[in-house]
């Protein structure tokens, strides 16, 4: 299933916000309030990422050969 733009673009500024700060320890709480996405969004639309970029990036690697 494809979460919702909100849940991705919530998941999305949570990570530009890891991204920032690489050092930072963040909890899943702090996260879902800081998004307002329950946990359950917030771990579909990281994994809905995770799961794009790595096909793109296998893409990637398919066109180089």
């Known amino acids: 299933m494809i ?3 909100k849940d991705i673009d ?5 990570k530009i916000y890891l ?3 690489p050092f930072r ?3 899943i709480p702090l996260l ?5 996405l329950s946990e359950r969004r917030l771990k579909e ?3 809905y990422q995770f799961q794009i970029s790595l096909e ?3 893409q990637l690697l398919l066109a180089r050969h």
Do not use: I, K, R
Not at 32 to 36: C, K, W
């Open 56 to 58: 793109h990036y296998t």
């Open 32 to 36: 879902v309030e800081h998004t307002g």
């Open 3 to 5: 979460p919702s733009q």
């Open 45 to 47: 639309a990281f994994l």
């Open 19 to 21: 991204d920032n700060h």
């Open 10 to 14: 919530g998941a999305y500024a949570a």
């Open 25 to 27: 320890q963040v909890s």
